[in-house]
């Protein structure tokens, strides 16, 4: 079956400018995860939603970032007034549930590079 | 705070060498899950294996061979004859405690292997 998507594969931007970065977890998964890679940071936990319960966001960096869940499926990630530090791949994973912890399985990413 | 070391940064070997990347996480935690994960030149994360704190069997899946070992907090992974195909950036993770939707990640090492 397919796998998680991602959209845009890669995004340019200025700094300054919002963006948004779209996640289409695998069907029928309930919980679904972002993360950033970046080649300071290496790879950070960002936020998680399981199911209608309120999302885990312990790991957003600033309030520039936000992100929300529509329909229990599909996420977007906004980045606001983005800054040069922005820059890095925006990974999406999503599993079965988040509790167990089940298998996350990840997206290609988003690239994305503020100038 | 859970965390995850992989000490080996970049390893490079020749096809048919047998290699072993170590990881070694640190936790209060008493039920934890650890994780393998590949990222090749694509950049897609490809989960490998899970392993839950209660199992310490080894895991052998056709060259891949996995040595979890509590008392030294270590979880390696060796590939037998490895492959030019097996070069990829190898990630170990950990999850565990009230945070399972959350996966700590080592800083990863990258493998090459040539032919």
């Known amino acids: 079956g397919a796998g998680v998507s991602q959209s845009p594969s890669n995004k340019v931007t200025e700094k300054g400018k919002d963006v948004e970065l779209r996640c289409d977890p695998i069907?029928?998964?309930?919980?679904l995860y972002w993360y950033r890679q970046s080649l300071g940071q290496g790879l950070e936990f960002l936020i998680y939603?399981?199911?209608?319960?309120?999302?885990?966001k312990s790991g957003l960096p600033s309030d520039r970032f936000s992100a929300e869940r529509t329909g229990g499926s599909v996420s977007t990630l906004t980045i606001q007034r983005t800054q040069q530090e922005d820059s890095a791949v925006y990974l999406c994973?999503?599993?079965?549930?988040?509790?167990?912890?089940?298998?996350?399985?990840f997206g290609p990413g988003t690239r994305l590079t503020v100038l | 705070a859970q965390k995850v070391t992989q000490a080996q940064t970049e390893i490079s070997v020749v096809e048919k060498e047998d290699v072993t990347l170590d990881c070694v996480y640190e936790?209060?935690?008493?039920?934890?899950?650890l994780f393998w994960y590949k990222q090749p030149p694509s950049g897609e994360l490809v989960f490998l294996i899970r392993?839950?704190?209660?199992?310490?069997q080894n895991e052998i899946s056709g060259r891949y061979s996995w040595n979890f070992q509590k008392s030294t907090s270590s979880f390696n992974f060796t590939i037998t004859a490895s492959q030019v195909v097996d070069s990829a950036v190898y990630f170990c993770?950990?999850?565990?405690?009230?945070?399972?939707?959350?996966?700590?990640f080592g800083q990863g090492t990258i493998l090459t292997v040539h032919p």
């Open positions: 993770a950990f999850a565990g405690g009230t945070s399972y939707g959350k996966l700590t």
């Open positions: 069907s029928g998964h309930t919980a």
């Open positions: 392993r839950n704190s209660f199992d310490e």
């Open positions: 939603f399981q199911g209608n319960s309120a999302p885990d």
């Open positions: 936790t209060r935690d008493t039920t934890y899950y």
């Open positions: 994973a999503s599993s079965l549930e988040a509790s167990s912890p089940d298998t996350q399985y």
